[in-house]
């Protein structure tokens, strides 16, 4: 059975940072793309940044550009996403998504999601 599960949310002050992480069980990332989304109370789900599997090349949203790294860690079948310079914008429950194809993209066409986890930018 495939789950993916996200850690690592919180409440951190304006300027903070904060780091997520999505742990596969059930499937090998190496073979998948992943995504990192976002949905904001009364906000459509949008893409964050994601992470090929193929060149391991890595996408961002401009709302995030220079302030997230997306990585992944193949041996601990583990993506990450860093995220500095937080701004009370980026309050949002944070999914990481996964689907067997060599390109990621920043649109939700995944097959596998997580629950989410709660980040919280507030003084």
């Known amino acids: 059975q495939v789950q993916l599960v996200e850690s690592g949310g919180g409440l951190v002050q304006p300027g903070g940072s904060l780091r997520l992480s999505c742990a596969a069980s059930?499937?090998?990332?190496?073979?998948?793309?992943i995504g990192w989304f976002r949905q904001a109370p009364g906000k459509e789900r949008e893409g964050v940044s994601c992470?090929?599997?193929?060149?391991?090349?890595?996408y961002y949203a401009d709302s995030v550009k220079g302030r997230f790294t997306i990585s992944r860690d193949n041996a601990e079948n583990t993506v990450y996403l860093q995220m500095n310079s937080l701004k009370p914008e980026d309050t949002a429950v944070y999914y990481c998504?996964?689907?067997?194809?060599?390109?990621?993209?920043?649109?939700?066409?995944?097959?596998?999601w997580g629950q989410g986890t709660q980040a919280t930018v507030s003084s």
């Open positions: 059930g499937l090998t990332l190496d073979y998948y793309a």
């Open positions: 992470i090929s599997s193929s060149d391991g090349s890595t």
């Open positions: 998504a996964a689907a067997l194809r060599e390109l990621c993209v920043l649109v939700p066409r995944y097959d596998y």
